[in-house]
């Protein structure tokens, strides 16, 4: 019930497209979920986060669509550039319990 | 403003050996976190310290110790290292719990 799956595992898109990664969640007391962008031989940075009142937000060319019902959640980059190229996890955590539950990353890459 | 700082950035050791991972923060955050990551698989919390004086144990906290030994500075110590510790390492920092964490470059840790 922690876990948070991610996918796809790795995903190429070409330059202008539009890659959507996908993570759901079964604990219904999650109410934080924010995406972080790694390249390699860095750590994590955070990207843009949500919470579950609102269905969808927007930070430049990244958007986060929060589906509750589903229990879905998913990130959107608009206009792909191959600077866009990373590793990018969604996370989740709720208010009692801080700790952040991670997906399992998606590799992607940007051609251009 | 170096943000969180790790040392070492890698390490070979030999099963058994014991070691000492350090991290430092100049943010003057409250809280501060040990990951690990491992291909495929995330990044999972091994311990977490809410403020100064506080550790708590994470996902996976087995063969591993921590000290928070200062606001600024979280060490993480293996005892006795065994193979399946082989992983990057990543400390985190944030201004309080549930908040944006922010990064190390990673220790990337070895052991034959």
């Known amino acids: 019930q922690q876990q948070v799956k991610q996918s796809p595992q790795s995903l190429i898109v070409q330059k202008g497209g539009i890659p959507i990664i996908n993570c759901a969640y079964e604990n219904t007391a999650f109410d934080y979920f924010p995406w972080y962008q790694q390249f390699p031989g860095k750590g994590p940075a955070l990207l843009i986060a949500?919470?579950?009142d609102v269905s969808e937000k927007k930070e430049g060319r990244f958007t986060i669509s929060f589906n509750k019902s589903a229990k879905q959640f998913s990130l959107h980059i608009m206009d792909s550039q191959p600077g866009d190229s990373a590793t990018y996890f969604c996370?989740?955590?709720?208010?009692?319990?801080?700790?952040?539950?991670w997906g399992a990353g998606t590799k992607l890459i940007i051609k251009p | 403003n170096a943000g969180v700082t790790q040392t070492p950035k890698f390490q070979v050791l030999k099963t058994g050996q014991s070691m000492t991972l350090q991290c430092a923060q100049d943010m003057n955050h409250n809280s501060m976190y040990w990951y690990r990551q491992d291909p495929g698989m995330g990044l999972r919390l091994i311990y977490y310290s809410a403020s100064e004086g506080t550790t708590d144990k994470g996902e996976v906290p087995n063969g591993y110790n921590v000290s928070r030994l200062n606001k600024r500075e979280f060490s993480l110590r293996l005892e006795s290292a065994a193979p399946s510790q082989t992983s990057v390492y990543f400390c985190?920092?944030?201004?309080?719990?549930?908040?944006?964490?922010?990064f190390g470059p990673g220790t990337r840790l070895l052991v034959l």
């Open positions: 985190a920092s944030s201004e309080i719990a549930e908040e944006t964490q922010y």
């Open positions: 949500i919470r579950p």
């Open positions: 996370a989740a955590s709720m208010d009692s319990n801080y700790q952040l539950i």
